[in-house]
């Protein structure tokens, strides 16, 4: 199918991109790698009568990381480029992994990391890295008001996120990563690049005992948003870790997420999926600790 028809807009900066879109009014929408918003259009899910083509503003295609390994990435930055660098890769390893399962290089190639958080599909890696790693995403609106919102309280629903539709994603920032922690990401999908059924990503960080300090578990596919099951979290806490505590965590994973059904699995397989992918993430984060260590 193609899209409807609409007009085409190029910004030429932040400011003139949102002075447009203010002008143009809600049918306008922001474009930038277009991988998510035009496949929306060509199926009449979206039909903005003005496409606000934001690819070509500088300033929202940046990299900065700070000596003490905070990432701040610009929204219109190409999902290749966080996956190839070398300086993100040192501080928030996870993150290029994880950016390596979405689709196909074509896509990665033109998608951009805000395109990815702004279309909010609950079983992205994005969105799951941005819940996981505790982000911040900046947003400005055209009369020059900025909010900075946890990206927890970002995603309220299926292709839903707290953006207003005058409100530019400007950036996302990521705390530095925890001292001595290590990361496991585990994705199960039908097919190489489809969208994964579910994917987890993990973070352990162990106390000299090797009890588990801090341990965090994100779960994408399993609900209307990525999710923290806070429950298999507190579980992990103050425990020795192993594999009997990776199980137990998995079966509480599972206990608590509400994943729907489709022609791709049923519930029952979605639940007992996201257990065993649990496991797995949270015994590659020991391994990586144990390795650093």
């Known amino acids: 199918m193609k899209p409807p028809p609409f007009e085409y807009v190029r910004a030429e900066s932040i400011d003139d991109a949102l002075a447009t879109i203010s002008e143009l009014g809600d049918d306008a929408k922001f474009l930038a790698g277009g991988?998510?918003?035009?496949?929306?259009?060509?199926v009449r899910l979206s039909w903005p009568t003005h496409l606000v083509?934001?690819?070509?503003?500088?300033?929202?295609?940046?990299?900065?990381?700070?000596?003490?390994?905070?990432?701040?990435?610009?929204?219109?930055?190409?999902?290749?480029?966080?996956?190839?660098?070398?300086?993100?890769a040192a501080v928030c390893p996870v993150l290029p992994e994880a950016i390596s399962h979405i689709g196909h290089f074509p896509i990665r190639n033109r998608g951009t990391v805000g395109?990815?958080?702004?279309?909010?599909?609950?079983?992205?890696?994005?969105?799951?890295?941005?819940?996981a790693l505790d982000?911040?995403?900046?947003?400005?609106?055209?009369?020059?008001?900025?909010?900075v919102v946890d990206a927890r309280d970002f995603f309220v629903g299926p292709l839903m996120t707290d953006l207003e539709a005058d409100e530019l994603l400007l950036d996302v920032r990521i705390p530095a990563w925890p001292s001595g922690a290590g990361?496991?990401?585990?994705?199960?999908?039908?097919?190489?690049?489809?969208?994964?059924?579910?994917?987890?990503?993990?973070?352990?960080?162990l106390a000299p005992n090797g009890t588990v300090d801090e341990g965090r578990i994100a779960i994408a596919g399993a609900g209307p948003t990525p999710?923290?099951?806070?429950?298999?979290?507190?579980?992990?806490?103050?425990?020795?870790?192993?594999?009997?505590?990776?199980?137990?965590?998995?079966?509480?994973?599972?206990?608590?997420?509400?994943?729907?059904?489709?022609?791709?699995?049923?519930?029952?397989?979605?639940?007992?999926?996201?257990?065993s992918l649990t496991e797995r993430a949270l015994a590659d984060a020991h391994r990586r600790v144990q390795l650093d260590g």
């Open 35 to 42: 991988q998510s918003l035009v496949p929306l259009m060509a």
């Open 53 to 88: 083509d934001i690819a070509g503003v500088a300033e929202l295609s940046r990299i900065a990381v700070t000596d003490s390994g905070v990432v701040t990435i610009g929204a219109a930055t190409l999902q290749r480029t966080v996956e190839r660098s070398a300086a993100i």
């Open 115 to 131: 395109g990815s958080l702004v279309h909010g599909d609950p079983a992205s890696e994005l969105p799951l890295c941005a819940l």
């Open 135 to 147: 982000a911040q995403l900046r947003t400005r609106r055209a009369d020059g008001r900025e909010r």
């Open 183 to 205: 990361w496991g990401f585990q994705e199960f999908s039908r097919r190489s690049g489809d969208f994964a059924i579910i994917a987890v990503l993990t973070m352990l960080r």
């Open 227 to 275: 999710l923290r099951p806070p429950e298999a979290e507190a579980m992990l806490a103050g425990e020795r870790a192993g594999e009997t505590l990776f199980v137990r965590a998995g079966a509480q994973v599972a206990e608590s997420i509400e994943p729907h059904s489709d022609i791709h699995g049923s519930v029952r397989f979605r639940r007992q999926l996201a257990a």
